[in-house]
Structure formats: structure tokens, C-alpha cells
């Protein structure tokens, strides 16, 4: 049976500490502020926002919303985001996504100021995580590093196989692990015989979008199990990408869904804005 790494424990020992820095920047005069932009009426992002605004609140990071309609231009949207660049009030931008097919995500991205940049997505932000040397990382492949170090589960020499190659989590996840010296491998949907590839990982990542894609076979026994999805199965119920059941059977450590990666990734987002105010 494997031991679960709990987000919650982990969130709870770091948003005190995030805590306490917002406290000490108050006291010299400083406050901290997010701005948080949803466009349109996504449901799992206004779950999303929601959550994020009310970590703020529990650290002292004052949260601006910014709810506009589906049918917002890129032209208003990229109008709001300069205002907010200039804005000395906000130290963090986040743009929450997917944004509605008519705007060009990347575009967006791009607009944001770097240095407010606290989901680490702009590719100045991008290019300082490729070279090693960063401000801002981004939240869910950082929160996953703060669970491996919290547990003592070293990463060096480590076969560590992610699957799902996108620029919010697997290609950045892949160079945290490299970074801590991990030997790492990125699957996706066009790996032949994947299998065999997460039979090798003594440390495998799960971030396919798809409920239950890894199951027990797929898995080394004693393997460390990350999962990143956030699903809803057949009944409506949240999961996550791993078979749960069965893999905390043959892993030696298991993240939940929820109660993973989930509380992590917006523990980070805090910790990037008040990094923000910090630097
Ligand atoms: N949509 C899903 N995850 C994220 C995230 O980490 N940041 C933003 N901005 N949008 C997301």
C-alpha cells in the first residue's frame, strides 16, 4: 500500500510561511495584489478562480477579479491587461484558461508584464526556466517539486517519465526534474508502446486529461505516482488520471485526486505573487 502525499499537508505548512512574508510586507508599508482575469462561462474555471481568490484572502494577498463576458474582444483584453501592467496596486496577473476560441491564448500571454507574470507562462518567463535560472516557476510542476521534497523523495538519478507534454505542465515539469538532476522522459498521445516507457519510471507523472488512463500495469512496482488530472468520471464524480485503487496498490508514494496536486498548484500561485512584491 502506498503512502499518500497529502497537498493539503504540504499547502498548509507552506501558506503559513507565505502567510507571514504578506504579514511582513504589510508592516513596511507594502501590500500584495493578484488580479485574476476570467473571460466567458467556463464552470471548471470559475471553480478554478473561485478557490484561487479565497487562498488569497487566507494569506492577505488582496485578489482583483476581473469576470468578463464570452463575447470580450482580444482587443478589450489585451486593453485590461496593459492597464493592469501599469497598475501599482497588482503584482500578479493571472488569465485564467482556456479562454473562448476566438482569442489567441498566446497573444494574451505574451502581453502580460514578465515581471507580474505569476503563472509563469510568458516566454521570457519560459526561457529562464529552460537555463535554470528563474523568478516565477510555474504553479503545478513547482507544487509537485514541493511535494517530492516535503516526503524526502529524491529525484537525482531517478528515471522519471512524464506523460502529457503541455506548456502549462509536462514540458516545464520536465525540467524541474531535470534540474534535480532526475534522468526524464515525456510521453504523449503519439508514444509508441507507452507502457513500456511508465514500466521504466520510478517516479511518473500523470498529466493526460483523461479519467483513469493510467492503470496498475502500466506502473513499476514501488513507483512514485504523481497525478495531475483533475476529471470527472462517468458518475460525475472528480478524479484524477491514475487508477487510484489499484495503482496505490504497487506504488510506493500516491498523490489523490482531490487533495494532490490540486491545493499545491494554488499554493504556488501565492507563492509567485508575493515573490512578486518581494523582488
Ligand atoms: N487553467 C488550468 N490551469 C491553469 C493555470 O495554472 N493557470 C491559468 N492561468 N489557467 C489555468
Known sequence: MAEIISG????AAKREEIKTRVARLNEQGKSVGLAVIIVGNNSASRVYVNNKKKACEEVGINSFEYALPEETTQAELLDLIAQLNNDPDVNGILCQLPLPSHIDE???INAI???KDVDAFHP?????IMIGDYTFLPCTPAGIMEMLKFYNISVKGKKCVVI???????KP????LLKENGTVEICHSRTENLKEETLSA???????GKAYFVTADMVKEGAVVIDVGMNRNAE???CGDVDYDEVEKKASFITPVPGGVGPMTITMLLENTVRAVEL
Open 173 to 176: 515539469m520536465a525540467m524541474l
Open 113 to 115: 508584464d514578465p515581471s
Open 8 to 11: 493539503k499537508i504540504v499547502s
Open 236 to 238: 460525475g464524480k472528480l
Open 124 to 128: 521570457f518567463n519560459v526561457g529562464h
Open 202 to 208: 520510478d517516479i511518473l507523472v500523470a498529466a493526460v
Open 106 to 108: 498566446q497573444a494574451v
Open 164 to 170: 502529457g507534454r503541455s506548456n502549462i505542465v509536462g
